[in-house]
C-alpha cells in the first residue's frame, strides 16, 4: 500500500462521560499543537465492536503519550493520499482494551488503496421517492401522528427516519385510531383492506406504487374474464398478498418452475400470468418458460411486471460484479429487490453481501479485494451508498467510478390529497 501507517506508543487520556464498559470509538484523533487527524472509517470500527456484543460510544480521542500500562486501547494512524486518516479506539477496561486491539488490527490489516465499481442506476425508484413524500407531506399537512399500515417501503433506515418524525407504523388497520389518517404502503394493499379502512372511516392516503397497482388492475381484469391466474412471486411478501386479495379465489401462487409441475387449474386453456414487480429477472423468465410449455394459450400482462427499476438495478448490477472482486448491495434483508441484487452477483461468480449500513461490513470481506462493486436497492437512500465511499476512503486511497447502464426519469405524481394546490 502506498500509505505510510504508524502505531504510536501514545494512547489515550480523555473518555468523557463513558461507562467503564464502554468502548470509545474516535471520529477524530485530537493531537496536542497539530492538527486533528478524521476518522472516516469510524462506522466499521464501530460495526465491529457491537458485532462483539460491545457498547460504543462516537467521539473525538485525546491523543496523548502516557505512562507504559496506562487504560487505553491503540490508535492507528496513516497518510492517505497526502492526507492523514486514522483509526481510533479505546477502552477502560481489560476486556475492552483486548477488544480493541484485535478490532483494529481486523481493520488495518485489510487497508489500502481499492477501487470502487458504482453501479447506475441504483438507489430510490420513483414509485419510493413518492412514497416517502406522500408520508412526509402528510405530516407537513396534518402533523403527528401519521399511521402507516407496514413499512412503507422496505428499509430500516427510512422507517427509523420517518418514526423519529411522528410517524407511527402499524401492522394492521386495528392498531390505526378511529377516523385517523393512514396512509398504505408502497407495496400495496388487498381490496379487504380498503373495505376494512371505510367502515372505520379512516382517513386514507394510498402510496401504493402505480407499478403495482398496474398488477392489480390486470389481476382483476383477468379474474373478471374467467382466467385462472398464475401470480410468480414469493410467499409472504406484502405485495403478493396485496395482489393476491383481488381475486383469491382465482390466483394460485408460483414461486420455481418445480411449482408449475404442480400447478392443477380448472382449464388450461384460460390461464394467465402475473409477477412481482421486484423479481429477478432471469428466474421469473424460467418460470415463465415452464407455464407456456404447460399451457401453450398462456396470456400475460401487456408490458413486464417486473418494473423498470428492478430491471435497470440487476442490468447495472451485471455490468459491474464481473469486474469487481466483491460486490456489497446497500439494503434491508426484506427488501426484495435489494435481494435480488445480491443474489445477480453471485451468479456472476463474484461473493456479495447485503449490507444495511456501512457498519455491516465485516474486515474478513476485504482480505485481498482491490476492487469493490457498489450498489443498492430501490428502497435504500444514496446517502447510505455514500457513506460505504467515505468509509472505504478510511482505510486507504478510494478511487470511484461510475458504470451507468441506463439513466432514469421516470416520476409518478402524487396522490390528491397530498398535492400542492
Ligand atoms: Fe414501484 Fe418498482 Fe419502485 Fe417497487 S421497485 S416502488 S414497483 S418502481
Known amino acids: 500500500m502506498s500509505s505510510t501507517r504508524t502505531r504510536p506508543t501514545s494512547t489515550v487520556d480523555t473518555f468523557g462521560p463513558c461507562a467503564p464498559d464502554t468502548v470509545l470509538v474516535a471520529d477524530e484523533l485530537l493531537r496536542e499543537d497539530l492538527p486533528s487527524i478524521p476518522c472516516p472509517a469510524a462506522d466499521l470500527i464501530e460495526g465491529e465492536m457491537r458485532r462483539r456484543g460491545v457498547r460504543t460510544r462516537r467521539g473525538p480521542l485525546h491523543i496523548e503519550s502516557t505512562p507504559a500500562g496506562a487504560a487505553g486501547g491503540p490508535v492507528v494512524c496513516w497518510e492517505t493520499t497526502g492526507e492523514a486518516a486514522g483509526i481510533g479506539a479505546a477502552a477502560r477496561d481489560h476486556h475492552g482494551s483486548v477488544v480493541v486491539r ?13 477501487s470502487v465499481l458504482l453501479a447506475a442506476p441504483r438507489s430510490f425508484c420513483a414509485g419510493v421517492e413518492r412514497a416517502i413524500e406522500i408520508v412526509e407531506r402528510a405530516l407537513e399537512q396534518r402533523g403527528g401522528p401519521i399511521h402507516v399500515r407496514k413499512q412503507i417501503v422496505h428499509n430500516r433506515h427510512v422507517v427509523a427516519e420517518l418514526e423519529e418524525r411522528g410517524v407511527v407504523f402499524v401492522d394492521e388497520l386495528d392498531a390505526v385510531p378511529d377516523g385517523a389518517t393512514v396512509v398504505f404502503s408502497a407495496h400495496g394493499v388487498s381490496p379487504a383492506v380498503r373495505v376494512e379502512a371505510d367502515r372505520r372511516r379512516l382517513d386514507v392516503i394510498d402510496a401504493t406504487c402505480p407499478l403495482v397497482g398496474k398488477v392489480h388492475v390486470e389481476a382483476r381484469r383477468f379474474a373478471e374474464r374467467g382466467d385462472t391466474i398464475v401470480l410468480v412471486g414469493h410467499a409472504g411478501h406484502e405485495e403478493v398478498e396485496g395482489t393476491l386479495g383481488e381475486a383469491p379465489d382465482r390466483i394460485v401462487l408460483v414461486e ?66 464481473t469486474e469487481s472482486d466483491l460486490v456489497l448491495v446497500v439494503g434491508s434483508s426484506n ?36 476492487t469493490v462493486g457498489l450498489s443498492a436497492g430501490a428502497s435504500a437512500p444514496h446517502h447510505l451508498v455514500e ?27 402524487l396522490p390528491l390529497p397530498v398535492r400542492s394546490p
Open 256 to 321: 420455481t418452475p418445480e411449482d408449475v409441475a404442480h400447478l392443477r387449474v380448472e382449464d388450461p386453456e384460460r390461464v394467465s400470468y402475473l409477477t412481482q414487480t421486484t423479481l429477478a429477472v432471469d428466474e421469473t423468465d424460467e418460470v415463465i418458460d415452464a407455464l407456456r410449455a404447460r399451457f401453450p394459450s398462456l396470456r400475460g400482462p401487456g408490458s413486464d411486471d417486473i418494473c423498470y427499476a428492478t430491471t435497470n438495478r440487476q442490468d447495472a448490477l451485471r455490468a459491474i460484479a
Open 387 to 413: 457513506n460505504v465511499i467515505t468509509v472505504l476512503a478510511g482505510l486507504g486511497p478510494v478511487s470511484v467510478s461510475e458504470h451507468e447502464t441506463t439513466r432514469e426519469t421516470v416520476s409518478f405524481t
Open 102 to 114: 484485535e478490532v483494529v488490527d481486523s481493520w488495518t490489516a485489510v487497508s489500502g488503496p481499492r
Open 335 to 370: 427488501s426484495s429487490n435489494s435481494l435480488r441484487l445480491v443474489e445477480r452477483a453471485e451468479r456472476c461468480g463474484t461473493p456479495a453481501h447485503l449490507i444495511d449500513d456501512a457498519r455491516d461490513i465485516r474486515p474478513e470481506w476485504l482480505a485481498g479485494v482491490a
